[in-house]
């Protein structure tokens, strides 16, 4: 593990989400269910925020959090955006689906999931939980971070026809603060493989919450990162463990550093738009990036090719949905509606 966490020096920036409430009455908890999918028994964990679940939903949408994060981070934020579409639009029935990833959240204690723990694996995860539930296939797919990358790479399959052919293209994906490329930058303050070879170097068992958070703090870590470290955790008899695979996660962490969608975003296929996010305040962004970003942004199209559109969210550092949750919304609900409709 050590070998692996050194060889990624060359990390960008932090990649994780700190979580958030949610209130009950408008989320409905899932459990995994059986899948026939080859030497996998059960499907991902997630949650549905839909404002009103009598009703048949009119569209859905995906979404992903990053790295050592869980679809709960997510719960306040969707439940806005669920909130203000419906505003926007009435007739609209919108779904939000919070999946935790292959490895992260209470996907973490679910058999099945075998290596590679990367990139493609973790998007096919999302194709198997559509074709288990029987769901039509997403509309949006949103990814932070991490997840940014899931859902680049989702994409990707569905328009090979990677998952059969009957999967369905999303007609949009949003991409918060996460560089599509390699991330091979020497401008990195390595904070993500710290927290990582940190927890590495901690029992499997832990004392308290209180306990973690107050390490944290006296190895120099921020409060707010301490803290965020410490909501990962869950109750295990009189002590408490992670709610993450950590060797797992550092597999998909490197996934994560190593892949490039590019490709993708130079020829998206048609009808799909893919919305990148860069956060005004965020260190992961080379200029060499958003310039190139932005000339995809430009580049002229026909009416039915696929397009980038580029958003740079301002007062916000990588962590998007908490640093300027008014400003995203402003920025994400009206394309929302533009995605379904056109």
Not at 5 to 14: D, N, P, Q, T
Not at 254 to 267: D, F, T
Not at 300 to 315: F, M, Q
Request: hydrophobic fraction near 40%; charged fraction near 25%.
């Amino acid at each position: 593990m050590a070998a692996s966490l050194r060889a990624s020096s060359s990390l960008r920036s932090r990649l994780l989400s700190p979580s958030s409430g949610c209130s009950p009455c408008r989320l409905l908890l899932s459990s995994p269910v059986h899948s026939d999918a080859p030497h996998q028994t059960e499907t991902l964990a997630f949650d549905e925020i839909q404002l009103s679940p009598e009703k048949p939903p009119t569209a859905t949408a995906f979404v992903l959090h990053g790295l050592l994060g869980s679809g709960r981070n997510w719960r306040s934020f969707s439940r806005t955006l669920a909130s203000e579409l419906q505003n926007r639009s009435p007739s609209d029935e919108w779904r939000m689906v919070l999946v935790d990833l292959r490895n992260h959240g209470r996907s973490a204690g679910i058999k099945g999931f075998d290596p590679p723990h990367n990139m493609s694996t973790a998007a096919k995860d999302l194709a198997d939980l559509v074709k288990a539930r029987g769901w039509p296939w997403p509309d949006v797919v949103v990814g932070h971070s991490m997840g940014g990358k899931v859902a680049l790479d989702f994409a990707e399959s569905c328009s090979r026809g990677v998952y059969g052919e009957a999967a369905v293209l999303p007609k949009q994906l949003w991409v918060l603060d996460s560089v599509p490329g390699q991330v091979v930058t020497d401008n990195s303050d390595g904070e993500v493989e710290r927290v990582l070879q940190t927890l590495a170097s901690l029992p499997s068992s832990l004392p308290s919450r209180k306990w973690v958070v107050d390490h944290m703090l006296s190895l120099g870590f921020s409060k707010s990162l301490s803290e965020w470290i410490g909501s990962n955790l869950k109750k295990d008899n009189d002590h408490v463990t992670w709610a993450f695979d950590l060797q797992a996660a550092i597999d998909m962490f490197n996934s994560y550093r190593e892949r490039s969608y590019w490709e993708l975003l130079e020829h998206p296929p048609n009808d799909l738009e893919i919305s990148m996010v860069q956060a005004e305040r965020s260190d992961r962004w080379d200029p060499d990036d958003v310039q190139r970003l932005k000339a995809l942004a430009k580049r002229e199209s026909k009416p039915d090719a696929g397009k980038v559109s580029l958003h740079v969210l301002p007062n916000s550092g990588h962590w998007v949905h908490v640093d300027n949750p008014k400003g995203l919304l402003e920025i994400m609900a009206p394309n929302f509606l533009s995605a379904v409709k056109n």
